[in-house]
């Protein structure tokens, strides 16, 4: 079965620039997608189909998908940005998600 | 606005089958896929399956076995059915929409732009 890999944790300082990465086999002939989660609520879509962002998005959320990595980037990080990361793809009609990474802000 | 509501048992029994509905306001649900993903307690988001408004459906084939998703149209709502329920399958339960992207006759990917609140469900005697 197809498997999606994000690094468990990433810390960035405010106002800076920060990189998930999610990797799966050629993930980059595929489409990703990217939600975050806040405790104690839902997932939230803020990347489809590799780089577009959905409505209400903030621009400094962005995304790239090229060989065997996805990766979302958060440009001048806010601390409402803190949050749990969900990579998305799609492969043999199956739904896959990466593990998760928690953003934390500090 | 679409908005999403899950509704059903917070206790089940083990050995006993889990039941859920999603009713989906603001749409309607004859328009698009619908689906179920769950997320154990402290874990990461779990794929369950979805469904269309022909009773079309595809699962997790990890949960296959254990897993039905109806839909029923005159109501607006769609439903998971999963048996033999144990301590493992307690997590909080998602209802989402599915969008997809297809091209030439052949979809490249599917998401989720809404979901539902959520609705944790405890297996336990």
């Known amino acids: 079965s197809y498997e999606l890999t994000q690094p468990p944790s990433v810390s960035v300082s405010p106002g800076q620039t920060a990189s998930i990465t999610c990797s799966g086999d050629?993930?980059?002939?595929?489409?990703a997608c990217w939600y975050q989660q806040k405790p104690g609520h839902s997932p939230v879509l803020v990347i489809y189909q590799d780089v577009k962002r959905p409505s209400g998005i903030p621009e400094r959320f962005s995304g790239s998908n090229s060989g065997n990595t996805a990766t979302l980037t958060i440009s001048g990080t806010q601390a409402v940005d803190e949050a749990d990361y969900y990579c998305q793809a799609w492969d043999s009609s199956t739904v896959v998600f990466g593990g998760g990474t928690k953003l934390t802000v500090l | 606005q679409v908005r999403l509501q899950e509704s059903g048992p917070g206790l089940v029994t083990p050995s006993e089958t889990l039941s859920l509905t999603c009713t989906v306001s603001?749409?309607?649900?004859?328009?698009?896929?619908w689906s179920w993903i769950r997320q154990p307690p402290g874990k990461g988001l779990e794929w369950i399956g979805y469904i269309y408004n022909s009773g079309s459906a595809n699962y997790n084939p990890s949960l296959k076995s254990r897993v039905t998703i109806s839909v029923d149209t005159s109501k607006n709502e769609f439903s998971l059915s999963l048996s033999s329920a144990t301590a493992a399958d307690t997590a909080v339960y998602y209802c989402?929409?599915?969008?997809?992207?297809?091209?030439?006759?052949?979809?490249?990917?599917?998401?989720?732009?809404?979901w539902g609140q959520g609705t944790l469900v405890t297996v336990s005697s």
């Open positions: 603001g749409g309607s649900i004859s328009d698009y896929y």
């Open positions: 050629k993930l980059g002939h595929k489409y």
């Open positions: 989402a929409r599915v969008r997809r992207f297809c091209s030439g006759g052949s979809c490249a990917t599917y998401y989720f732009d809404y």
